[in-house]
């Protein structure tokens, strides 16, 4: 019981402290830098599907209405006073202030995703994110085109919104870290998908799609690289078993994969969660000795495994 209490003041405490950081704007919508918001009020976590509430995402499309246009204070923290920046411990303003944690958090100075050559953005209202996501994950995206040159453009689903916070379809996406991108499927280059499309053991480009885990994991060694990577386990085990078939080393895909130790196991870099059958979730992570991004407070960066829906592809 005295622990229960202890870990339920800290979590409250924590909660308070998160909310430091977000995007004020002026009557006429634009951005004033150099602010610090401090909330005096609870920020709110939705969650529009019945998926697990300990998922990263759930996957769903975004809202046509971006929530970075709504005006006012911020969705998060309604209730504001404004200090001035910079404060101790903070990002530097050109890489982004991601803002508490991606299940409870919001963006300062984020980045968009500007429109290229080997990806299709499929909301440009909802790719925000810290200067460090938007190069890590465009240059993994690169990698694997310039590997495979024949296959279609990676549809980019949501990051963040311009300020953060709540994001229809989502439990996180809501500090600028976390980002949806498709599966790499087979076919022509200019059959690209335009949303995200299931995979089966039929369609899946499994060397491809390998191809751009292996570059995202890369980045796994910078103080901001990836921290965790989703996708449905039955998948793992299609991408694992092709990966090592080209001869890929067993330490590899050791390190990188959930698979075989169970939807449960907390090995490897990749993770299964249900509703990943699509897309992988990308969560990079908080850059280092910055007192303002946070990690969830549930489970491995705010996860849990979880079982597979089905028994999916052998």
């Known amino acids: 019981m005295r622990l229960a209490l202890y870990a339920s003041v800290g979590a409250a405490v924590l909660s308070a402290s998160v909310a430091l950081y977000v995007v004020f704007r002026d009557d006429h919508g634009a951005e004033r830098p150099g602010l610090l918001p401090v909330a005096s009020a609870a920020s709110v976590d939705r969650e529009t599907t019945t998926a697990a509430p300990t998922e990263p995402d759930v996957g769903g499309p975004a809202a046509d209405t971006a929530l970075s246009d709504a ?14 920046l910079p404060p ?3 990002a530097p303003p050109e890489l982004g202030q991601s803002v508490g944690s991606p299940r409870d958090g919001a963006l300062l100075s984020p980045t968009q995703l500007s429109n290229g050559r080997d990806y299709v953005i499929r909301n440009e209202s909802t790719v925000w994110g810290t200067r460090n996501t938007v190069e890590h ?17 990676v549809v980019v689903g949501d990051i963040s919104t311009r300020r953060g916070g ?20 087979r076919g022509r280059a200019e059959d690209a998908p335009a949303e995200f499309v299931e995979a089966t053991r039929d369609n899946l480009d499994r060397r491809a799609t390998y191809d751009l885990i292996e570059a995202l ?3 796994r060694d910078d103080p901001t690289g990836v921290e965790l990577i989703v996708l449905d386990y039955n998948l793992q085990r299609l991408l694992r078993r092709a990966a090592a078939a080209r001869g890929v080393p067993e330490e590899t895909l050791e390190a990188l994969f959930q698979f075989p130790h169970g939807p449960e196991s ?15 979730h990308v969560r990079f992570r908080c850059p280092e000795d910055d007192r303002y991004c946070r990690e969830p407070l549930i489970g491995f960066a705010g996860m849990e495994a979880a079982e597979p829906t089905d028994h999916g592809p052998d």
């Open 88 to 90: 101790t411990g903070a």
């Open 71 to 84: 005006p006012g204070a911020s969705l998060a923290w309604p209730d504001l006073e404004i200090e001035e």
């Open 137 to 153: 994950l465009a240059k993994a995206i690169e990698t694997m085109r310039s590997q495979h040159p024949a296959v279609h453009r």
């Open 266 to 280: 907390r090995h490897g870099l990749v993770r299964h969660m249900p509703a990943h059958r699509d897309h992988i």
């Open 217 to 219: 994991a890369a980045t």
């Open 166 to 185: 709540p994001l229809p379809g989502h439990t996180s996406h809501q500090s600028g870290r976390d980002v949806d991108v498709g599966l790499v499927m």
